[in-house]
C-alpha cells in the first residue's frame, strides 16, 4: 500500500511539473521553461524506476516483514543468506535478529560461525547482535569473553555499546569475568 501511494504521489508531482508552465505562462514560456530543466523530470523518473526496481527485487522481503511472519522470513533469509552464499552486513543482521525475535539463540550462534568463516568481517559488524545471543541464551561467561576480544569498528557508537553489554554481561554473571 505504501509503495503505490509513494508511486503515485511522485506521478502525480511529474504530471504537475509537466502540466503547471503550460497554466502560468503559456506555450512560449512553457517552451522555455522546458529547455532549462527538462533533466529534472528524467532524474524523478530515474529515482522513481530504480526504487520500483529495488522494491521488486525485495518484495517477498518487504512482505514477510510487513506481515510480521518471522518463521517464514526466517526461511527466506536463511537461503539467501547460507544457501546463496549472500553474506551481507544487512541481511546476516536481520537475519540474526530474526533468531532473536524467535528466540532461537542457538541458530544466532550457528549463523555467527558459518559468517567467521564466510566474511569474518561482518561478526565485528555484527558483533551487538552475537553477543546479545550469548546473553539472551544465558551464557554470561562467553559473552564477557566475546565483547572483550571486539574492537568493533565502523558504526558511530557500537564501541561504546560494545563496552556496555561487556558490563552487563560482567553484572549479570556476578561481578566476575
Do not use: C, H
Amino acid at each position: 500500500m505504501i509503495f503505490i501511494l509513494f508511486n503515485s504521489i511522485i506521478l502525480l508531482f511529474l504530471l504537475l511539473v509537466f502540466i503547471l508552465p503550460n497554466f502560468f505562462g503559456g506555450t512560449d514560456i512553457a517552451g522555455v521553461f522546458w529547455r532549462s530543466v527538462w533533466p529534472l523530470p528524467v532524474l524523478l523518473a530515474l529515482i522513481l524506476l530504480g526504487m520500483d526496481i529495488f522494491y521488486r527485487y525485495n518484495y517477498r522481503l518487504f512482505y514477510l516483514l510487513e506481515r510480521e511472519d518471522w518463521p517464514a522470513l526466517v526461511l527466506y533469509l536463511e537461503d539467501r543468506v547460507t544457501k546463496r552464499g549472500r553474506y551481507s552486513s544487512l541481511l546476516v543482521g536481520l537475519l540474526a535478529n530474526t533468531y532473536l525475535v524467535l528466540s532461537d539463540y542457538r541458530a544466532v550462534m550457528s549463523l555467527e560461525t558459518k559468517t567467521a568463516i564466510a566474511n569474518p568481517g561482518l561478526v565485528d559488524a555484527n558483533a551487538l547482535i552475537f553477543g546479545t545471543a550469548r546473553i539472551l541464551g544465558k551464557d554470561y561467561g562467553e559473552a564477557i569473553r566475546f565483547f572483550e576480544g571486539k574492537a568493533v569498528k565502523g558504526k558511530r557508537g557500537t564501541a561504546a555499546w560494545v563496552r556496555w553489554y561487556s558490563g552487563f554481561a560482567q553484572l549479570l554473571n556476578g561481578g566476575g569475568g
